[in-house]
């Protein structure tokens, strides 16, 4: 680490204001060999009971003492949590645009605080007088102070003052041109860096035909649009993948976007817009599949189940594949069986419960169902049917007993109570049933 870091200036006395929270205890101007590019590293203290969570800096630059600020830039340190008389911000490096900044001022512009309050200033920090030689001068410990001497003559001064003329405008026009674009241009690839990429697009705009600004707009769009995407924003996602154009696989993002926009609407239950934008997408993915699989689903919120069960039974060799696929046929053959049941087609429901008995109460609606149509084949004096309806009826159904003995009354009183009936071959075979039950009849 040594070697990487070469010191140039360092000032070891302590800046503050007399409001600021914080006071910077020192400050150096290091030359990085790795990046080839000079840093500032600053060391802040906490002299308030409050913790700090983020501070904001502006940075106001300068090539001499004499000269004016050639430029300023923001700075801020994120997540410190930083408590009472404790020290920041020294392993962070500050990098400089232009290695002929020597000089700086420091202006601490805003604190959070970890209860939330702020602390906002404009005053720059100034030396500390229990730390600092008396001093105003920020950037030196002393200052010699010289009496120029006159010129020799006219001609002299006046070559004199051209020259500096000229050295004030090439130097207007490199602020201009170079340092302040170049540092821009730093900044925001540090946006981009720390995913601000609503703060770097404005930016790189603003810098032209500057380097490859133009291009890093497309970049920065392009990564903006995957954070979008990331947090599940696909509307906005889509707009940038399509305001982009060609850029390497925004078509195909495109087409991404539209199916995550179709499949947010499933999940919100709005099947019937779902659908639309499957069909829209024709063959990408499982789109075919989502769209009929997303209208069997508004049928079934429409309760229109006999409908829905014909369309996920065009599904069926596919409905594994399909989120909660499976479940939702299920679904749709018990609401169509109970639907059955309550229409008097008892046989039918019988016959679409047998096929999901492990689905819920599946096994005893099956029961119920063949109950169902005992007891109706019972009242329309159907007594052959009703004892096979019976026999449909599982062992384990409850309430089987009391079923069985409404059966065995019931046929009781059919030959009881006919004695004519009672000898023909459905009588004969009833009473047989009521002999296998150990019905004693009254016949």
């Not at 030396?127 to 600092?132: I, L, Y």
Request: aromatic share 14%.
């Amino acid at each position: 680490m040594e070697s990487r870091y070469q010191t140039i200036r360092i000032y070891p006395h302590t800046l503050r204001t007399q409001h600021c929270p914080v006071a910077l205890e020192k400050w150096a101007l290091l030359f990085d060999s790795a990046a080839q590019r000079n840093i500032l590293q600053c060391k802040f203290r906490n002299i308030q009971s409050r913790p700090i969570q983020s501070m904001s800096i502006k940075i106001d630059c300068y090539i001499s003492e004499s000269e004016g600020s050639i430029l300023s830039f923001p700075y801020q340190y994120s997540d410190l949590c930083m408590p009472e008389d404790q020290i920041f911000g020294f392993q962070t490096p500050i990098f400089l645009p232009d290695q002929r900044l020597t000089h700086f001022t420091f202006t601490v512009t805003r604190v959070q605080f970890s209860d939330g309050t702020l602390f906002e200033g404009e005053e720059p920090l100034a030396p500390d007088p229990k730390t600092s030689p008396d001093s105003n001068d920020i950037h030196s410990n002393s200052r010699d102070i010289q009496t120029p001497k006159p010129p020799k003559n006219k001609r002299r001064l006046l070559a004199g003052l051209l020259i500096g003329c000229a050295c004030l405008a090439a130097f207007a026009v490199i602020t201009k041109y170079l340092l302040i674009p170049e540092f821009q241009y730093h900044q925001a690839a540090a946006y981009v860096e720390n995913k601000e990429y609503t703060k770097a697009l404005p930016v790189y705009e603003n810098l032209g035909d500057y380097k490859d600004a133009k291009s890093k707009i497309s970049e920065t769009n392009y990564l903006y649009a995957g954070s979008l995407e990331l947090s599940g924003d696909y509307q906005e996602a889509m707009a940038i993948y399509t305001e982009l154009g060609q850029y390497k696989d925004c078509p195909d993002k495109v087409t991404e976007m539209k199916y995550r926009i179709a499949d947010q609407f499933f999940n919100n239950e709005a099947y019937e817009e779902a659908s639309l934008r499957f069909t829209a997408l024709a063959d990408y993915k499982d789109s075919e599949s989502m769209a009929t699989y997303s209208h069997a689903m508004q049928l079934m919120k429409e309760k229109k189940f006999e409908e829905a069960y014909e369309v996920f039974f065009s599904l069926r060799g596919g409905l594994g594949k399909l989120k909660n696929g499976l479940e939702n046929y299920y679904e749709s053959v018990y609401q169509l069986g109970n639907y059955y049941n309550e229409q008097g087609e008892f046989m039918e429901a019988y016959d679409l419960f047998e096929g999901i008995q492990d689905y819920k109460d599946g096994h005893q609606q099956m029961g119920r169902s063949a109950k169902l149509a005992m007891q109706y084949s019972l009242t329309n004096k159907k007594w052959m049917d009703a004892i096979g309806y019976f026999e449909l009826i599982p062992k384990d159904y409850e309430n089987l007993f009391v079923d069985e003995n409404y059966l065995l009354m019931s046929l009781d009183d059919a030959v009881s109570y006919n004695s004519d009936y009672a000898w023909t071959n459905e009588g004969l075979i009833i009473q047989a049933f009521l002999a296998a039950h150990n019905y004693k009849t009254t016949f």
